[in-house]
């Protein structure tokens, strides 16, 4: 018993206080002396699918532009021309359209509901953000993708993609051709800033010209694959 304690006997003595009195100041002085333990619980994920049968379509223009998001992008099955998957988590807000042949899908951040410690660690922290794009494998793909922060896992193997436009802001970008593209990719343009970026496989892509731009980032470029032709090849960069 410390001496704030004795001090608050010594006033229900002497009648200085009430009992309850002196009850109520001894229960306070004892919430003081516990530590205070903050338990994060884990917020329920819960994900929304939007998806379109495949009808008749031969080509489709992509648009992606994403905020802080886990995002992965692959093949998906020819019975449907795209199918998205997203968290419907506190912080974010998604939006899908699809028309004349038009694929966009955006995210925009939105002011959480609480401003405790939490509460904020979830509204920047990635990992609660999840998108997942799956694109139909017969359709030639016209793709722009903008990825601002978090991680991105762009898998391209099995997709047609003929013009692909990729710039990333603050984040772990990985980009890979596993297998070769079997249409002719007449522009790759990257833009890559203070991420991290990984792309294997740049020798699959059946590429002519490719123009790379890199700011303050950890870059791996792997040319590995089967080249048929001649592939012109830029690369500058950002310093400062």
């Known amino acids: 018993m410390d001496e704030e304690q004795l001090k608050i006997l010594e006033l229900v003595a002497n009648k200085t206080i009430t009992p309850e009195e002196g ?10 002396a516990q530590p205070v333990i903050y338990k994060e619980q884990p917020e329920e994920e819960r994900f929304k699918i939007e998806q379109k049968d495949f009808e008749d379509e031969d080509q489709m223009d992509v648009t992606l532009e994403l905020g802080v ?11 449907k021309l795209y199918r998205v998957e997203y968290g419907e988590s506190e912080g974010l807000s998604h939006r899908v359209l699809f028309a004349n042949k038009e694929l966009q899908v955006t ?39 903008r990825f601002g922060g978090g991680k991105a896992d762009l898998d391209f ?28 990719l007449d522009y790759l343009k990257i833009e890559s ?24 980032c950890n870059a791996s470029l792997d040319f590995t694959g089967n080249i048929k032709k001649d592939m012109y090849t830029e690369i500058s960069m950002r310093v400062g």
Do not use: H
């Open 23 to 32: 009850a109520k100041l001894l229960e306070a002085k004892k919430e003081e």
């Open 69 to 79: 998001t886990n995002f992965k992008l692959n093949k998906g099955t020819e019975s």
């Open 107 to 145: 995210n925009d951040l939105k002011k959480p509901s609480k401003f405790d410690l939490l509460s904020l660690k979830r509204f920047v922290d990635p990992t609660t953000k999840k998108c997942s794009v799956e694109l139909n494998p017969n359709v030639k793909l016209y793709l722009k993708v």
């Open 157 to 184: 193997t099995g997709l047609k993609v003929k013009r692909l436009r990729l710039s990333s802001g603050a984040s772990d970008t990985k980009m890979t051709f596993n297998q070769p593209n079997t249409e002719e």
């Open 193 to 216: 800033g203070a991420s991290n970026l990984n792309i294997s496989g740049l020798g699959n892509t059946n590429c002519s010209e490719m123009d790379v731009s890199l700011g303050a």
